[in-house]
């Protein structure tokens, strides 16, 4: 398989459930990204990973819990969630940190998965 | 600040051309991007454009920049029912080193009647 994967690509869960969201990139890319897609809003940065080290943590509440054993991996832990965390998450990669003067190097997109806290 | 703006929504007949604005804040940006976001998919890259350029055309697509106004668009040309989808403008921040950030518009929705 090609390019981002994200499963599972639906997932609804309750308040009190423990779930986790999984992306995989097969583009031998260093970097990987959470973002939260809401209805009539801009995407949202989550977390930035480079090389498995975080860079990045947008004030993301500590109900999600991001994971990123190896740079192809990267995972998004979920407890407690609530329902206004409803969302598409989008999971994405980058061969390098975006670099300011690069054309080619942006973020490859996987297809989200759909959540839906009830 | 950073942030991106965008129309929320574009109704054209097949055929015709279509033309998606964006305004931007951060000129330190010295890459514009479009995506766009199929029903159900995730965002796929359709074109980009260095921030020292005023039109870049790829085929169908033309984009065009206004650095003095921060205005970007994107034209699509002989518009077909295919290309209904979701179109997002990015720029990417350069300020305060490479973090990785994409800033987002909140997308244009573009529709194509037969």
């Known amino acids: 398989e090609t390019g981002v994967t994200q499963t599972p690509r639906h997932l609804v869960m309750g308040m009190t459930n423990k779930k986790s969201l999984k992306c995989e990139q097969h583009?031998?890319?260093?970097?990987m990204y959470w973002y939260k897609q809401s209805a009539k809003k801009p995407l949202e940065l989550m977390f930035v990973y480079n090389f498995k080290e975080q860079t990045e943590n947008n004030s993301v509440p500590s109900r999600f819990s991001p994971e990123c054993p190896n740079s192809s991996h990267l995972f998004l832990h979920l407890h407690t969630l609530q329902p206004e965390d409803s969302a598409l998450y989008l999971c994405?990669?980058?061969?390098?940190?975006?670099?300011?003067?690069?054309?080619?190097?942006?973020?490859?997109f996987g297809p989200g998965t759909r959540l839906t806290v009830l | 600040g950073e942030d991106v703006e965008q129309s929320l929504f574009l109704s054209v007949r097949e055929g015709d051309s279509s033309v998606i604005n964006c305004t931007y804040t951060d000129s330190s940006s010295t890459y514009l991007y479009w995506y766009k976001q199929e029903p159900g998919a995730g965002l796929q890259l359709l074109t980009y454009?260095?921030?020292?350029?005023d039109m870049k055309q790829d085929q169908r697509l033309t984009v065009l920049l206004n650095k003095k106004d921060k205005h970007l668009s994107l034209r699509i040309a002989d518009t077909q029912t295919g290309d209904s989808a979701i179109y997002f403008c990015a720029e990417s921040p350069s300020r305060g080193g490479n973090t990785g950030k994409l800033i987002f518009g909140q997308g244009t929705t573009l529709q194509v009647k037969p």
């Open positions: 454009i260095f921030s020292n350029m």
């Open positions: 583009l031998g890319h260093n970097a």
């Open positions: 994405a990669s980058s061969q390098d940190l975006l670099l300011a003067g690069s054309s080619t190097d942006t973020q490859y």
